[in-house]
């Protein structure tokens, strides 16, 4: 079954020390308290926990790919802006 990313939303990654990511996505993959969950644009607003784990982030639209190993913290949606504040987050290695 094949995603289509039409559009795009804003992601900020926030920590207590630093914004380390901030700008225009097609998609965020979340390990929430109860598994994976995806959020793409036009998600409904959310406020959701996060355990520690790892966050796909879908940078474009030839599936280019980035994943951040995260601490615990929750996510915030709301009017195609999602906001990420945890505890701790590092761009993980890439995946080969």
């Known amino acids: 079954?094949?995603?289509h990313?039409?559009?795009?939303?804003?992601?900020?990654?926030l920590t207590p020390e630093r914004k380390l990511f901030s700008g225009d996505v097609y998609g965020?993959?979340?390990?929430g308290i109860s598994g994976l969950f995806e959020v793409l644009d036009k998600h409904?607003?959310?406020?959701?926990?996060?355990?520690?784990?790892?966050?796909?982030?879908?940078k474009d639209k030839s599936n280019h790919v980035?994943?951040?190993?995260i601490q615990s913290g929750f996510v915030e949606v709301l009017?195609?802006?999602v906001t990420v504040l945890v505890e701790g987050a590092e761009e993980a290695a890439k995946q080969s």
């Open 1 to 3: 079954m094949s995603h």
């Open 5 to 13: 990313f039409n559009s795009i939303m804003n992601l900020e990654i």
């Open 28 to 31: 965020v993959q979340l390990p």
């Open 44 to 58: 409904a607003p959310l406020v959701s926990a996060l355990k520690a784990g790892r966050m796909k982030v879908l």
């Open 66 to 69: 980035v994943f951040y190993d």
């Open 79 to 81: 009017n195609n802006k």
